[in-house]
């Protein structure tokens, strides 16, 4: 009976989360079907570049600074141990610009951002919104969805360029302020170690993440049911989707490219 | 033969397990104005729907201003759905655009020039009363407003039909009688073919030349607006005089 119940329990998930798996892959591809020709609208796309970028700018500051100077801290003891004072900005620049800066700017961002979108779709998904698009003859998915898809991709590359900036920003700054490591020699630890593809292998990573939380959050928002209860859940949704999606991608990305 | 703007037949629609249409047979001719009534959730507003070809039917013909609607792609309703105007029952206003901008959206869609927009959109909004307002977001608004919002915006472009889901709730008396004389003065300034849904029967059947009611999934009774209080279907004499005793006792939410 249990096993029964188990096994049903397990169809069910496995069966709904085919379902929301091949949803978002049907919203992808009617975006990509809307980008061409790209008919965009041009007061949508500005909004939401602004909206879902320049606001997030100080929370990816703020995070970014400490997890720079967080990279200096927890390799500090080591660096001191073995006087490799100048390998200490490598090993911090080199985890922030591969993974620590992407992945944390883009779960930060997820949380901000691909959350209040999904809020937003949801919501005038339940109050008749889109139907009242859709009577005015207008696609809400290229009027509302793929201008947010684009605004969404390009301010996560932005801001994970400028969370790379801050973050070693921030482990020069702890490590001049706690380890006592002079500018210079900071300076060269990342000048001479560092390879512009460590700094491009974050890039790409954050496009694929935009994308992730893009897709996900639109789809979750459209394809909401139940009124207030279910703009929660959508929210919820939105945001476990793509907390895993961004592990997912982050861990087949680097296995695949190095 | 009578050219028709929507033409519903045999039409099915299903929800879950609940069948909200079995069998409507519905004519709404050109330059014509119909009211539907019914119990709550007999299907009114997914006729609506249907006729704005924002549903499809699980069986059945709809056409809407002599185009079929049925089995057509969105990208194919878009020319249809040019010539609707519709006020939906929960509004659907725009929550992200102030009311000007809400109103001027289908003329801003259809390309028209800003100067001869704007002209219009103050026009609308000052015949609905809410000249004044123009810049307030629609979450500013009372339910009352956004309902005269909304009429404004389905009546803003002049189409060649106008639906109208519950025109006049959430309305006081005096400005529903308003609402109706100026949904009336549209209609015979255009000559567009009107469908409207209400609860308020009497000041419907002031506005329309016919009235359907709508029944356990069917057209039950269609007759002429200014004889429905006097209808001999005790089912309709009872909806329309809301009398508790009678054989509408289940609402018509059986699963007829």
Known sequence: MIGERMIAGFGTTALRITQEVGGIVVLTGQVLRALVP????????????????????????????????????????????????????????????REIGP??????????????????????????????????????????????????????????????????????????????IDWGTMYYSFADNLKPYDFLHGVYKSIAFGAAIAVSSCYFGVTVRGGAVGVGRAVNAAVVAAAVSIMLLDFFLTYLTG | MLELAIRLAEVHKRYGRREVLTGVTLELARGARLGLIGPAASGKSVICKLAAGLEQPDRGEVSVLGENVVGRRESELGEIRRRIGMLFQNYALFDFLTVEDNVAFPLEQRGDPADAIAARVAERLRSVGLAGSERKLTAELSGGMKKRVGIARATVADAELVIYDEPSAGLDPVTTQKIYDLLAADQARTGASVLAVSSDVVALAQFVDEIAFLYRGKVHYRGKAATILDAEDPVVRQFVRGELEGPLDDLGQGSA
Request: charge should be positive.
């Open chain 1, 38 to 97: 790209p008919r965009i609208d041009g007061r949508e796309l500005v909004k939401n570049l602004h909206k879902m970028g320049n606001r997030s700018v100080p929370i990816v500051v703020l995070t970014a600074f400490f997890a720079g100077g967080l990279m200096l801290i927890q390799t500090g003891p080591f660096v001191k141990k073995f006087g490799a004072a100048g390998l200490a900005g490598w090993g911090a620049g080199y985890a922030v610009l």
């Open chain 1, 103 to 180: 992945i944390l700017i883009a779960l930060m961002f997820s949380g901000r951002v691909g959350a209040n979108n999904t809020a937003e779709l949801s919501t005038m998904t339940v109050t008749e919104q889109l139907g009242g698009l859709r009577a005015l003859a207008i696609d809400p998915v290229r009027f509302l969805v793929v201008p947010r898809v684009i605004a969404m991709m390009v301010m996560l590359v932005a801001l994970t360029v400028i969370g790379d900036l801050v973050a070693l920003l921030g482990a020069s700054i702890v490590g001049r302020a706690m380890l006592g």
